[in-house]
């Protein structure tokens, strides 16, 4: 069943100036479907239940400027497995800024490549908060978050209804980047907030009846470019990294980066509910992360797992803003261990991997937990950002487990599902959407995370494109409202 909001453009009107993450595998969809009773290849375990959602840029209108492909307007895309069987549906994230341009039927902003916004509601977002970027589940909800920080929309998981921008009853007076962490054991939420002017960043937690409960703001040298954090049980791990803002394009609101290679790395180590000036700064070799895995306690040290990029340039053939971009998004990027001693300040830091792999996930339930397993895409050396198979990290061992998706098929972040009743870390599954170009078909891929390489224990076929996008998450069905 589909339903086309009224105002979309025909297919054909995307292509704009051959920019190739708005065609193909990445181009937009226009239709919000609920489709339920899909054919599945194979048969889905009985004890996998719960939600897959996944988020993405999804420009609601052609781009009135040069499109980067974090411009899009957020859209989640969601598969509900209950009892054997499965139901996709897929709905735009309704912020303020998607309901503006609805309203007038056309662009109102442009995008970070040239940030230009045409009477836009507040006069200093030049940029349009998409929340396209990360999916969280706190307490009853759904939270779409974003990459440059933004408002915490609400979504409910099964309708994909979107319930408005959370300010958590009034007590969250600043924004909230992509990448909040959730402490399932205590029920918290562990957030951080950056931008281009002072405080350049703030920590806070929220907590489990939905209030913030802590709020610092953390001092740094000048604008940054973190895009996650990370937690142990006692301590929360915030970064500045020498991906910095242009200080000059800054002061005009704008967010350009640079990498300055003569800057260290600086993993900030803070108490959970510590003061600003309880953070402690570790100095480690210059790079640029996106993504932790997670965090935990050791005796006297702090142990971080994350994918580690080790020189976030462009290449230096890359001509002219959409070449620079693309350029960009060619991760490189390694499973990487920190370890951070707290008694004695020292740093020991070194790759646990040589392969390219990002967008890593874990069991969640074991976040700030010593945890041995990590799954994360496989980077493929296509020049767009396509994710050709998925590895399982066994940092104990040093064992891998890979499952490739195949010729022509791409996946999408793959979050861990744990079977009901779970006994062990890795008892569960892993859901990735995965696109297969040669039939121009999307499906659902279910693996046996203690199993990767016998290949998908079900295939759940989709009844439209699912464009390749950023974040997932898996909501269990015991934690459905
Ligand atoms: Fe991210």
Redesign the pocket.
Known sequence: MASTLDQTLPADAWEVAGNPYLAGLYAPVGEERTDDGLEVIGELPPDLDGVYLRNGPNPQFAPSGRYHWFDGDGMVHAVRFHEGRASYRNRWVRTRGFVDEHTVGRPLWSGVIEPRADNPPDEHLRLKDTAN??LVWFRDRVHALW?LSGEAYALDALSLESLGADDFAGTLPCRMS??AKVDERTGELLFFDYGPVRPYMRYGVIGPTGLVTHLVEIDLPGPRMP??MAATEHHSILMDLPLVADMEAARQGRHKIVFDPSLAARFGVIPRRGAGDEIRWFEAEPCYV??SINAWEDGDEVVLDLCRVNKPAPRADAAGPLARMLSYLRLDAQLYRYRFNMRTGAVSEGPLDDDNTEFPTMNLAMLGRPTRFAYAMRISPEPTLLFDGIVKYDTASGAQDRHWFGPGRWGSEAPFAARRGATSEDDGYLVSFVHDENLDRSEVVVLDAADLAAGPVARVLLPARVPLG??ATWVRGDQLP
């Open positions: 970027t990360d990459y992509a990448h895009h996650d996106y993504h950023f974040h």
